[in-house]
């Protein structure tokens, strides 16, 4: 049955037309964004989800800047326990030359006494933003390491977080390279085989801290390359998840483009069928 009062026929159409310029529109602004989930309403789930990894991501490039500090920190440390060794084993040839007898014992001392200053003054000068990890205080308060946030921990999607820290203990050098009493002054050929055996504790207490230094500092570069890669594991989750398919899109663009010129035609027709009433009264 025709009516002039309902037109059934545009009705559909102009359902039809609101309906594509609706993903018509949809489809535009995730082009022009690059997101398809922009906002809640998009998809509550996925955007609920990649906001959630977002922050998390933020706090994983932040503990990659820490983890950066830390490096630097036990590398400054590493750096002095290495030359420290070097000095002590400058040392150790000072005293065995001076087992000889026909030997000036004094300028031997001497010249021990400057490679001391020298050793005192690494250890003083060892520190990177206020942290020295060849001294007894590390930090000028009390500490007697340095704690560098490693990582976070998630239980769950919407658990608790727990942050998890690295900590580098200073290897003490100030304390266990004690000069004052641990090697004998040289006068004689006596004093020079004491302070050999001396020099030898010495050199072994440096180089185990060192090797402890350098074990801190490999794994921190560990870590520190361990997270730069969670944070591009995790950034393109995020894109899978929420960026648009550009080609997916160019596609849907060109069918929705086409549904919208064939709905407006179909609206046009339905809006001209009651003048072809008209024809009845003729």
Not at 107 to 126: F, G, L, M, N, P
Not at 175 to 192: E, N, P, R, V
């Amino acid at each position: 049955m025709s009516s002039i009062l309902t037109n059934n026929g545009a009705m559909v159409a102009l359902q039809t037309l609101k309906s594509v310029n609706d993903d018509l529109g949809k489809t535009q602004t995730s082009i022009s964004t690059g997101k398809e989930v922009g906002t809640a309403k998009d998809n509550s789930a996925v955007w609920a989800i990649s906001k959630t990894m977002e922050s998390d991501i933020a706090g994983f490039e932040a503990i990659e800047e820490g983890l950066s500090v830390g490096e630097a920190t036990v590398a400054v440390a590493s750096a002095g326990a290495e030359q420290i060794v070097e000095k002590l084993t400058e040392m150790k040839e000072l005293i065995v030359s001076a087992q000889s007898e026909n030997v000036d014992h004094a300028t031997i001392q001497t010249d021990i006494d400057s490679k001391v200053e020298q050793v005192e003054a690494i250890i003083s000068a060892a520190q990177f933003n206020g942290a020295n990890l060849l001294a007894t205080d590390v930090d000028g308060n009390g500490a007697t390491g340095v704690g560098v946030l490693a990582s976070l921990d998630r239980v769950g999607a919407g658990g608790a977080v727990s942050a998890v820290e690295i900590t580098i203990a200073s290897v003490d050098f100030e304390a266990d390279l004690d000069f004052g009493s641990s090697l004998t002054t040289i006068t004689d050929t006596a004093t020079a085989a004491t302070a050999l055996d001396e020099i030898e504790v010495l050199i072994q207490t440096a180089i185990t801290g060192a090797a402890s230094l350098g074990a801190d500092s490999a794994r921190l570069e560990d870590q520190s390359e361990f997270v730069s890669n969670l944070v591009d594991s995790m950034t393109m989750g995020v894109s899978t998840m929420t960026d648009t398919n550009m080609e997916e899109a160019s596609a849907r663009l060109s069918a929705l483009q086409t549904q919208q010129d064939l709905a407006t035609q179909s609206l046009t027709i339905a809006n001209e069928a009651p003048s072809s009433l008209l024809q009845l009264f003729r």
